[in-house]
C-alpha cells in the first residue's frame, strides 16, 4: 500500500517556524491531513484536506501540498505545540488510512 | 460535540481473541463511517479497518485475516473483533470518527482516549 515518509524528529527554538514534511510518491494528487499527538493522549486533527483548519486550531498551523511532498508549518512556535506529528492520506487500494512514522518536535 | 469512548479488557491471553466496543455520543453513529486505530508503545498509528450503518467495510490487508469490525445503531456502538492474538498485537487502540468533503479523502475528526491492551499470560 501508499508509503508515507517523515522525518523522525525537527527541533526549532521557540518563536521560530517549524516545517515538516511528509513524502510520498505523487503525495500533490492526494489530500494530506495532519494530527498533534501529545503524550499520553489522543491524537488531535490540527491540518486537514492539506490546509484546512478545524475550529479551535491556531492559524499558526498551515500545510501545503505539491510534487512528493506534503509541508506541515508551524508559525511562532511554543512550547504546547512539542508533540509528535503525523500526516495521513486514504489509500484508495485499500480503502484506508495511511499514516507517516511520525515527527516527534521539540521546542528547543 | 462527538465524543467516542472505548471499552474493553485490558488483559488478553496470547492466542485469545480481543473484543472492543467504542461508544458514541453526542452524533449520530448513522451520518459518519468509523474506525479503529492502533499504536503500539513508542510507535506509530496504524489503521486497522472501518465500518458503517451502509454495510461498507474494508480492513488493514495486514490485519484482515484476523479481523472484523461491526456496527449497532441501535445501541449508537461499534465494535473490533480479534482473533488470534499475539505480543505484537499488544497496543492503545483508538476509535475514531470517519470525516468526508470527498470520496477516498478520508481524515479522522474525532478520537476516542484510547484502551489499552496487553497480550500475556
Known amino acids: 500500500s501508499y508509503v508515507l515518509t517523515q522525518p523522525p524528529s525537527v527541533s526549532v527554538a521557540p518563536a521560530t517556524t517549524a516545517t515538516i514534511t511528509c513524502g510520498g510518491n505523487?503525495?500533490?494528487?492526494?489530500?494530506v491531513h495532519w494530527y498533534q499527538q501529545k503524550p499520553g493522549q489522543a491524537p488531535v486533527l490540527v491540518i486537514y484536506y492539506d490546509n484546512d483548519r478545524p475550529s479551535g486550531i491556531p492559524a499558526r498551523f498551515s500545510g501545503s501540498n505539491s510534487g512528493n511532498t506534503a509541508t506541515l508549518t508551524i508559525s511562532w512556535v511554543e512550547a504546547g505545540d512539542e508533540a509528535d506529528y503525523y500526516c495521513q492520506v486514504w489509500d484508495s487500494s485499500i480503502d484506508g488510512g495511511v499514516f507517516g512514522g511520525g515527527t516527534k518536535l521539540t521546542v528547543l | 460535540q462527538v465524543h467516542l469512548q472505548e471499552s474493553g479488557p485490558g488483559l488478553v491471553k496470547p492466542s485469545e481473541t480481543l473484543s472492543l466496543r467504542c461508544t458514541v455520543s453526542?452524533?449520530?453513529?448513522?451520518?459518519?463511517?468509523w474506525s479503529w486505530i492502533r499504536q503500539s508503545a513508542g510507535k506509530g498509528l496504524e489503521w486497522i479497518g472501518r465500518v458503517s450503518t451502509s454495510g461498507r467495510t474494508s480492513y488493514n490487508p495486514s490485519l484482515m485475516s484476523r479481523v472484523m469490525l461491526s456496527i449497532d445503531p441501535s445501541k449508537s456502538q461499534f465494535s473490533l473483533t480479534m482473533t488470534s492474538l499475539t505480543a505484537a498485537d499488544t497496543a492503545v487502540y483508538f476509535c475514531?470518527?470517519?470525516?468526508?468533503?470527498?470520496?477516498?479523502?478520508?481524515?479522522?475528526?474525532?478520537w476516542g482516549r484510547g484502551t489499552p491492551v496487553i497480550v500475556s499470560a
Open positions: 475514531a470518527r470517519i470525516g468526508i468533503r470527498d470520496a477516498y479523502k478520508e481524515f479522522f475528526d474525532f
Open positions: 505523487h503525495i500533490g494528487s492526494k489530500s
Open positions: 453526542g452524533g449520530s453513529i448513522s451520518t459518519h463511517p
